[in-house]
């Protein structure tokens, strides 16, 4: 196993963005809830312990506290935030209620480097957020950084190897914050940074081959990036052991099949069964407008399918899925904390039990970019890795209202345009999504001299972190207008384009 610095959550909403800074460090991580008792982390290897910031004051009746003990295993710990008055509560200093919020950037001033600041400079940018404040140092700390609003920004307990400090490192704003990180990780805790992708990617294959032994796995793949880096690491450990099952419900992409057909079957010789199931798929489709009944007839056949064709593939014992780690850390839950909203994400609920198959999900311990780091060393294809989002009811969303077989026709021919501008643009890889949207909306345009009483293509081009808010793309005109000439003049069933201009909120990324 690789060595692990232990993040205790008390419910910060940068508590992942901490645990992917330590991985970027080359040093494994792992998010604990914040009342973890200090057995469970010694019993686990832990080399290294950080406490997050948290909304709550250390004062409130139901401040998350830890495990006191975390503090008498002879572990480096660095306080964050919340993390650091923590610290002055609980080891015997003095925290003052704060009157108002320290919020934004300011000036950490470097007393003594130690070896947390070490090589770096005397005065460094630094993003605060935090209302209570350390005002007595606990015994055994001393101040090692000043900041305009606090003599004791920064604090250090060399013999316990114990560190506190007011800002953020994790956030960008926070200059330098990476390297101040990797002090702790590297000079204080001495951590081998031995978190690797290649490593990963060694230790996990043997570790599938053990767990699975001569059973076989199945897998549902989508094409999307998850479920294919799952798909290329299974089969690297265990060959045709895998059998890898694809979905047509009628509602992908123009050529996306064949692309799937012949990276997996071709290329990488993995055991895929296409199953075609878009004709069952667009009749109970048929008539059908409301976009709420819509996805729960695109999922409820989606999964009949799904299970009638492991079925059919035989008999197995384990069902594979690309469930990533933001999938399976469970939040704490405490207000103001907008990770506590993540979902629980299955991908395909229940259907496991039902089947009596063991789970085996071999991402579960990575973050997306390690994903597509790991992917990319397995050989896959950037188109693949860096492959856009793609909802799972496909392009059903994408039709508005009725969706017919014409419709994703039009609609399939204007999205591969779009798709080739932005490729050849290499504006692509630049944006969050980018796709075409059909409108039944019948408007008047002329082809020569002909009336051409035809139906709408709206562009949706968004840049986004993380889907949860999004902007829309002020894309080149020019590319705008090659996209808009090509689709009104290569599609039959288009009299014109338009495009959605539209931010997240209040509007959503896709139409339904
Ligand atoms: P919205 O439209 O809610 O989309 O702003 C946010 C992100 O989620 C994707 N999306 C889905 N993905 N199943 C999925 O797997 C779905 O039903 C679904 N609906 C939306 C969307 O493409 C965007 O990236």
Redesign the pocket.
Known sequence: MAQTIAVLDFGSQYTQIIARRIRECSVFSKIYHYSTPAETLKAEGVVGIVLSGGPSSVFSKKAPMPDPKVFELGIPVLGICYGIQLMGHLLGGEVAKGERREYGNGTLTIQKPGRLFAKLPKKLKVWNSHGDKVIALPPGFEAIGTTENSPFAAIEDRKRRFFGIQFHPEVFHSERGIDVIKNFLVGVCEASQDWTTEDFIEKSTEEIRRVVGKSRVLLGLSGGVDSSVAAALIHKAIGRQLTCVFVDNGLLRKGEREAVVSLYERNFKIDLRVVDASQLFLRRLKGVSEPEQK?KIIGNTFVEVFEKSLRQVGAAEFLAQGTLYPDVIESVAIGGNPAALIKSHHNVGGLPAKMKLKLLEPLRELFKDEVRAVGSALGLPREVVWRQ?F???GLG?RVVGEITKDRLEVLRSADAIVQEEMMSTGWYWKVW?SFAVFLPVKSVGVIGDERNYADVIALRIVESKD?MTADWTKLPYEIVQTISSRITNEVRGVSRVVMDVSS?PPA???WE
Do not use: L, S, Y
């Open positions: 996805r989002p909802p799972g009811p969303v999504q889907a997240k959503t990324i896709e």
